[in-house]
C-alpha cells in the first residue's frame, strides 16, 4: 500500500459535485488498467470506474452519466470527476493500478449529506 496517492476528498450536499484525483510514479500509472474503487462503512470494496492505457472506459451502472474517469499521461495523474451527488456515494474512494501485480493507494474520503 501507498504507491498511489488520493487527493481531492471532502463534504459536499446531495446535487454537488466533486473531483478526486490519484497521483503515481511512472513505472506504476504505464500500467494496462487504472481504476477506481470505493468502500462504505461496513460493505465490500465495490468497483466504480476504470481507464485502459489505450483510453477504453468502463463505468458501473450505478454512476453511469453522473460520474467522468479521465487521465493527464504528462502528470502521471487520474481523476474521477462526480457530478449529482447522491447519499449513496459515500464512501472511501481508492485508486488501482493493474498489470502482473496490484498498486493500492491509502484512500479519500468522500461524504455527501442529504
Known amino acids: 500500500q501507498g504507491q498511489l496517492v488520493e487527493s481531492g476528498g471532502g463534504v459536499v450536499q446531495s446535487g454537488g459535485s466533486l473531483r478526486i484525483s490519484c497521483e503515481a510514479p511512472?513505472?506504476?500509472?504505464?500500467?494496462?488498467?487504472m481504476s477506481w474503487w470505493r468502500q462504505a462503512p461496513g460493505k465490500q470494496r465495490e468497483f466504480v470506474a476504470a481507464?485502459?492505457?489505450?483510453?477504453?472506459?468502463t463505468y458501473t451502472d450505478d454512476v453511469k452519466g453522473r460520474f467522468t474517469i479521465s487521465r493527464d499521461n504528462s502528470k502521471k495523474m487520474l481523476y474521477l470527476q462526480m457530478t449529482s451527488l447522491k447519499p449513496e456515494d459515500t464512501a472511501r474512494y481508492y485508486c488501482?493500478?493493474?498489470?502482473?501485480?496490484?498498486?493500492w493507494g491509502q484512500g479519500t474520503q468522500v461524504t455527501v449529506s442529504s
Open positions: 488501482r493500478g493493474t498489470s502482473s501485480r496490484e498498486y
Open positions: 481507464i485502459t492505457s489505450g483510453g477504453v472506459i
Open positions: 511512472g513505472i506504476v500509472f504505464s500500467v494496462p488498467r
